[in-house]
């Protein structure tokens, strides 16, 4: 007996042991794991969310260029949809019957409980034909959103473009994005996207089993409002940009224009453009794979990714350094007897000047006085080599912004190119000197920049020996906060007094009857600049012109490419002449303006790539047809011995 | 005089399990109460509401109890072949005119109310069990005795089968508890374990390893007892049975269980996952438990509970009621009241003079513990759903009457544990 008795201890540890059991599950479910309470949150609470819009951008004088358009996805939730006459809702928003079904079923195999998009991006017009029936189709919804529009269809590469994120945007956002988000994906837009895209508004709903909403989250606790993004001031002058897209029209080429005082970019036309506003909607993807199909790569922001070598219009910087190291003086003067010996290269002049100085040799471009000077400078007695002459005038030209990032605030900028003493080394082995090299006396060779890097030597030129970071946005939010970085001056190390002498010889090079762009001169405004004529693997020469003005007091520096147009008097200055007065006057004068809008018609594309078929008749350059209406100024070449020219 | 009188009959009355069950009862409503809230009707307390009747119910629970404790302890002893036989009698009843509800026809329509002839076989059962080894005090060492009371417990279990009401039929399993306390070798609960721990194995590990592994345990044992022949050859018979189990279980697994059974278990053993359909319940009962954490989300604020997401939540699945809206700390107090009330029933039990009030006492806790065990572990998903009540707690009149009644004769026994039946 006394041992059945025990057997009591047995059933009762037994129930003691069970008990714990479902203790430790129960203390893994509740306490030790989180994952049902998570659960459970998903069960009942559905985010619904508001979209902002994104920030305004405005250009310099307050005229709006970005705008928002309301337009409206419609949504739907598979589960509460009852049987509706679907042919009239797809007749309303322009699908078919196949096109239904495979919205839908899409967004059944999502969620049958939660809303998703049936169909993007509905116009207003749909919009207004859409809600008078929407009470018969039940379980379909309209939310509103707003898109990108662009009143003057202008400055497409600036403004870049908005996308709805993809997948790996969301990734890299660590939650801050959600399937249906917009992004910046180019440009300003991309840029400032942190700025602009504003904050998203939630609203907690709570919903029962049914799905039925059952009213707000703890009294709205962590409901918010959408935020609509900040407003972006930028420096554009929208009528310079403009006009500058209409002189550019029908040819490839690109205008930065910058304030000089504040580094502000006034103008930022890269061509050929697109309207901005075809990125914008539903047809945005086919749109994005015409513009990306089109001719002359309209997608390639040209102001700060094409590169080009400065030609010419780089005499001016090297003429600086000259009288900074003082190998030459303003009166120092060099026979041309129409070219210049380089060992056994020949660069030649196409005017024979005699001695000439550095006012005239800038005017009239003189390539055997800017090969004088570079020989000057490169054969210094304190140097112990040429390696060592290389680096320090690389270095000064370093400087001047060539070689490296600006760092405007856009996405995408390109450095451009100096070579290292090393690099000319590699190519030329130990035995290269300045004769190797003397292509860089005129701006050619191993050297080449950005159209904002040549706009940039402008204005530090007429700053006489500063720059302030170009940008393209000069204020942020309502505030216009000005960044920091774009109140620094950034010295070039030249002494202002040097830059008289080179401004003369910039002066006379548009207002003297002897200079390259006389044609270009502004009535009443010194206008000062240099042509350049840039020899190019890609056929005929660009189109170079840079300039500023007024001489004293400058209000705008620029750079201004025609790519494949010829001499640099001949587009390149009287496009820039068009701005600079356009911006400094409000008007273009007199017969100017007959010329300038002569200018917008004249088409000058570089060759088509031929086509890759057999039987395609051989075209002489049919696409490039330069009408000259402006005389171009005799222009300075450099014959080498071999058979390449270079202008 | 009727105080003096009324005092005589609850004299020697254990209220401190009477308290227990109080407050299980109160337990329950509340959370019946919290279960059926609907935050926009709410208010206005209701009587036709199912947490209205369920007041009802304990209420009349109580004076049923103590009703009982009114009667006289040799009733039960003397009339339990009688209930015995009324309750086989609506069991099979019930398979004649019973109520379909839910695929199991368990219910026997009786004007306002639906009697479930399974609960009352439940005491019915305990009863004769109670009276049986009372009466002849067999001592479960020889066949005889066993097959009696494999009779008495088999045929309720069989009749409730056939209803088909599994859930309600594996509580009979509980009998063995005082079977075992009487005398039935510990080999059977023993093999009993092996059964069910075969049938898991059965599922998750391929047989290829598994039947391996059951010859290699075999072979030590046997190996173990090489010089006790008749030991030897019990293990060589033990292990090819278990090895023809195995093959019984698949192949009864296929043939006899229904497919919303087979899906439950395979979902319990974590083979299958199924959140909307048969899994449904499962996950949101674990999800609504899960959602109280440590201290629980308070009355009437736990959102699975308020909005619904737990299907059947006021009967089989109140406990994720409390789980949710009480938390763990709710949750341990609840299993505490019951394992305090199971191991004091054991102790009374174990008070009694007599064998009749031992036995149903030792049926009492069994048939509680099997239900809380069962419905608890069935909400956390350690147990295949199996539709049975959690005692005292869960809604329904029939359940709590039944358990009422179940308990309070054994309460009157108790209280009468001086006198000899």
Redesign the interface.
Known sequence: MEN??N??Y???GL??V??L???G???Y???A?????L???S??LRKKYTFPARGVITDRNSKVLVQNEPVYDLMVTPNLVKPFDTLALCRIIGIDMDGFHKRFNKARNQSRYQRSVFEKQLSVQTYAALQERLSRFIGFETQNRTVRHYPDSVAGQFFGYVKEVSDKDIEESEGYYRPGDYIGKSGVERQYNDVLRGERGVENT?????NVP?GSYLNGKFDTLAISGETLVSSLDIDIQKLGEQLLKNKVGSIVAIEPSTGEVLAFVSSPTYDPNLMVGRQQGNNYMDIFRSANRPFLVRPLSGYYSPGSSFKPLDDLIALQEGVIDPNTTFNCPGGYWAGNHFVSCEHVDGNISLRKGLARSCNTYACYVFQKLMTQKKFKNKTEAYDSWSAKVRKFGLGSKLDLDMPFERKGRIFTSEEYTKRFGKHWGYTTVISLAIGQGEMSATPLQMANIMAIIANRGYYIKPHLIKGIGEKKEVKKEYLIKNSVDIDASHFEPVIDGMQDAVNAPYGTARASAIPNILFCGKTGTVQNPHGKNHSVFVGFAPRDNPKIAIAVIVENAGFGGAYAAPIASFITEKYLTGKISGSRLAQSEAMKKVVVLPDVPKPKIKWAPKSADSAAKPVATLPASSENKIVPTKTTTIN | MTTQQGSRFFFNVDWITILIYTALCTIGFVNIYASLYN??TSAVFNFASNYGKQLIYIITGLIIGFSILLLDAKFFSVFSPIVYGITMLLLMAVLVVGRKVAGNQAWIPLGAFRLQPSELAKFGTALLIARYVGNFNPKFTDIKSIFFAGLIIGFPLLLIMLQPDTGSALVFLAFM?PL????LS?YFLLIFLGMIVLFIADFLVPAYILIPIIAAIGGFFIYQNRRKQKMMFSMIFATIIAIGYLFLVKVAYEKVLEPHQRTRIEIMLGLKTDPKGAGYNVI?S?????????TGRGFLEG??T????VPEQSTDFIFSTI??EW??MG??VV?GL??FL??RV?NLA?RQRSTFSRVYG?CV??II?FHV?IN??MT???IPVIGIPLPFISYGGSSLWSFTVLLFIFLKLDSNRMGFI
């Open positions: 059945l008795f057997r009591k047995i059933i009762q129930f003691i069970i008990a059991i479902l203790m599950q129960l203390f479910i509740q306490v794991s989180d994952r049902y309470f659960s459970a949150n069960n009942v709570i919903y029962n089993a049914r059952q | 935050p926009e508890f075992y306390r009487e005398g510990g949101q674990k999800i609504a438990i899960g959602a109280g954490q440590l959102t699975q308020k909005y619904g997401y789980g949710e938390g763990f949750c341990s299993i019951y394992v199971l191991l054991i174990e030792y806790a069994s513990f065990f608890i572990g956390i998903g350690i």
